[in-house]
């Protein structure tokens, strides 16, 4: 952008008496014209004139726009510059008020109104509406450059000649249960570790990966990616889309042989979503009548009925119903022990195709065939093992080795051997999934920043990083740089693409590669607005450090981070990176030990509010502390 004063001034001036004299009712200054003369005309109006958040210290530019010599562009010499054309007196004192969009609010103290959009997004039943909405939410989440996506996503992994019959979907999760080895010996996978197996409770790829194996809902995945019947014989919904009726498939029955009923539905249906439970995924019934309540609008009138109530239409209700969190557990069994201690037993109660040996204090866990599954003649494999690590180099020298027949890690190094070596038992597809650091809006490193000012370092953060560096160099796969949170090709809930090709996004993720020097100019410019200082090297100051502490885990996370300090050091800030075994990092995501932590999200199902919602206050995955 060009940093010459006098031309944006006049036509900031032309711009003010057209505005004056074609629209008397408005009061001069009321760029927005909502009536007031605030924060956000200001920026408006500082924008189109001197283009503030561009200007470099020691720029011919800055000095003209320094205008009271203080050596700092502020709202005082805004106030100068404007005061002939936009009488303002509510210019911001905060320089970086300026810079931040116009779509701003404070993370901590004013995200009540992101809160309120999204509710207001779950109950919209205009579809163009909703979309819209889903819009502005993004909007506002990606201001307040908390989150910040690397790359979007896709699914790797390598599987044996031996074995057919395993397929993903676009959600991430892989399907064993219908797999094929021509030497009808135990098939055996490789997944990260596991936490707990209660459909409740899971919320990692690899625990939906064994959960499915385990249990089965209302509807499943195909090969094709498409939602089909499982347990359900049959759906109904209502003309106004509001009301559902699911009948079941005749006999189903549990591990154990005793008969599953509705009733097992509606009681783990409104288990998960009571929030004396403490499901992560609770949320994900919001759309229900009764949400609010803590008592959901789902019965079952007879032991084949299940019936259940929305507050909106909802196009993914088939996903809903494929989805863990809406699988089915045995109220017996279930609502007499504590949390998910009744699924750490050896053959626990389950429905899916296979029962669950013991797991507790091992990395090795073995799952034999259900005979009671109601699709049991289709399973061909009599048992699995799974090999849970998060080891990255021995998963794949025992896929080398021929000991292992599935694996999804595969050490940075060894990606070249794969390519030349093993490209015929390799599989990819694209995922609607982002991977992203987030920044807790909490952290001590914005304690004595404004929260604008909070925002102008970590977007400066965020444009200092070189994201195709990261997907050339060290994820690779084909890997697209994200310029949004909302992965490419997801839909937009109306017929069309919620992120369409040529939607630049929020920003040229590969600026750094094109243009350094204005991108680290922009970042310079960002940061001194927050009150940093720098050297004649054009690193920051001694008197004004910055350290940023960035909690991540093993293998490729770990090299991701280390790429990221060097692309911040070139302006001397500090990634202090600290690496950590699985059980660890997710404590400490929600614990909000560090000023940045790295994330990643696979769409539950095609529909942006899935990706949005994780972010309101009182979500479970809300690691970016927002209104805490």
């Known amino acids: 952008m060009k940093r010459k004063l006098l031309f944006p001034v006049l036509v900031a001036l032309f711009f003010v008496f057209v505005f004056a004299f074609t629209a008397a009712a408005v009061t001069l200054g009321d760029v927005n014209g909502d009536g007031d003369r605030g924060a956000d005309d200001a920026r408006l109006a500082l924008r189109a004139s001197v283009d503030l958040e561009n200007y470099v210290p020691g720029s011919p530019a800055f000095t003209a726009a320094d205008t009271n010599g203080n050596g700092v562009i502020e709202a005082s010499d805004a106030r100068l510059i404007l005061r002939t054309s936009v009488a303002l007196e509510d210019l911001p004192e905060d320089p970086a008020e300026v810079i931040v969009s116009n779509a701003f609010a404070d993370p901590v103290k004013n995200w009540a109104d992101y809160d309120g959009l999204i509710a207001r997004i779950r109950a919209e039943t205009n579809r163009e509406t909703r979309t819209q909405l889903m819009h502005e939410a993004e909007d506002m989440l990606m201001a307040t450059q908390c989150i910040m996506p690397l790359y979007h996503y896709n699914t790797s992994y390598l599987l044996s ?19 094929k080895k021509t030497d009808n010996k135990t098939f055996s996978v490789c997944l990260g570790p596991v936490g707990t197996m209660d459909p409740a409770f899971v919320t990692s790829t690899q625990e939906f990966d064994i959960v499915s194996t385990l249990f089965s809902g209302l509807y499943t995945y195909d090969a094709e990616g498409q939602t089909v019947p499982a347990c359900a014989e049959s759906c109904t919904c209502s003309d106004d889309g509001l009301r559902y009726t699911v009948t079941l498939k005749d006999g189903l029955k549990w591990s154990d042989g005793s008969e599953l009923t509705a009733g097992d539905f509606a009681f783990a249906w409104k288990r998960a979503a009571d929030p004396d439970t403490g499901a992560d995924y609770s949320y994900l019934f919001a759309g229900f009548k009764g949400y609010e309540s803590g008592q959901i609008a789902v019965e079952a009138p007879d032991k084949k009925t299940l ?27 279930v609502e007499n022990t504590e949390g998910d ?106 304690r004595d920043k404004t929260p604008a000012q909070a925002a102008c370092i970590r977007e400066a953060i965020s444009l200092l990083t070189d994201r195709k560096a990261i997907c050339d160099d060290i994820v690779r796969g084909g890997l697209t740089p994200a310029s ?36 680290e100019d922009r ?62 990092f997710t404590e400490a995501k929600g614990s909000g030990q560090f000023d940045l932590i790295r994330e990643g999200w696979i769409a539950d199902f095609n529909d942006p509010i899935n990706m949005l919602e994780l972010f309101t206050s009182d979500s479970g995955f809300n690691d970016c502390r927002f209104g805490e």
């Open 161 to 179: 000649s031996k074995v057919t019959g395993v397929y993903a979907n676009v959600y991430g999760v892989k399907t064993f249960s219908y797999a």
């Open 307 to 333: 019936t259940f109530e929305l507050i909106a239409p909802c196009a993914y209700m088939e996903d809903l119903m494929a989805f863990p969190t809406f699988y089915p557990v045995k109220q017996a069994v």
């Open 341 to 446: 201690a009744w699924c750490r037993e050896s053959g626990f109660i389950c429905n899916g195709a296979f029962i669950c040996g013991p797991w507790t204090d091992t990395d090795v866990l073995t799952i034999d065939k259900n005979r009671f599954f109601y699709n049991a003649d289709n399973v061909s494999l009599q048992n699995i093992l799974f090999l849970l690590t998060e080891d990255f180099e021995l998963p794949f020298s025992l896929f080398t080795a021929g000991d292992l027949d599935y694996i999804d890690s595969i050490p940075i190094e060894s990606l070249d051997a794969v390519i030349k070596d093993y490209s015929s038992q390799m599989h990819s597809m694209p995922v609607l999934g982002t991977y992203y650091f987030a920044f807790n809006a909490k952290s001590a490193l914005f």
């Open 484 to 519: 949004s949170f909302i992965p490419r090709g997801m839909a937009d809930g109306n017929g069309g693409i919620f992120h369409p090709d040529g939607d630049g996004g929020y920003y040229d993720p590969l600026a750094i590669n094109t243009d350094r020097k204005g991108v």
């Open 523 to 584: 970042a310079k410019a960002l940061l001194a607005a927050a009150g940093y200082t720098f050297g004649e090297d054009g690193k920051l100051s001694a008197e004004t450090p910055l350290t940023i502490v960035f909690g991540t885990n093993y293998g490729a996370h770990e090299a991701i981070a280390n790429s990221m300090a060097k692309d911040l050091e070139t302006l001397g800030i500090k990634l202090q990176v600290v690496a950590m075994g699985w059980n660890a």
